[in-house]
Nanobody
């Protein structure tokens, strides 16, 4: 049974940092794309960042230059380092495993490309 478990969320002041982790179990995802999405209250789930199995990355414009996605295939884990956090980053953050092999041409940015999802971790940024 595939399971994704996020951790690392919490409350942080504006300008602070957090590092989210997502540990996958049930099978190896070393050849799968992985990504992070977020959903704020009253809003739709939105793309944050994605990484291919080979380490190529893509980011939403709103987080580019502040967030970094990375992965450790030996640990079946994907990370999201979030710096210079803003109140508008407040949301539930979800990790997911997808079917994309590239992040070119907009690939990896749609929830429809993902097959497995974690339960989410809350990130709250106070002003």
């Amino acid at each position: 049974q595939v399971q994704l478990v996020e951790s690392g969320g919490g409350l942080v002041q504006s300008g602070g940092s957090l590092r989210l982790s997502c540990a996958a179990s049930g099978r190896s995802f070393s050849r799968s794309g992985m990504g992070w999405f977020r959903q704020a209250p009253g809003k739709e789930r939105e793309f944050v960042a994605a990484i291919t199995w080979s380490g190529k990355t893509v980011y939403a414009d709103s987080v580019k230059g502040r967030f970094t996605i990375s992965r450790d295939n030996n640990k079946n884990t994907v990370y999201l380092q979030m710096n210079i956090l803003k109140p508008e980053d407040t949301a539930v953050y979800y990790c997911a495993v997808g079917r994309f092999w590239s992040v070119d041409y907009g690939l990896g940015q749609s929830p429809d490309e993902y097959d497995y999802w974690g339960q989410g971790t809350q990130v709250t940024v106070s002003s």
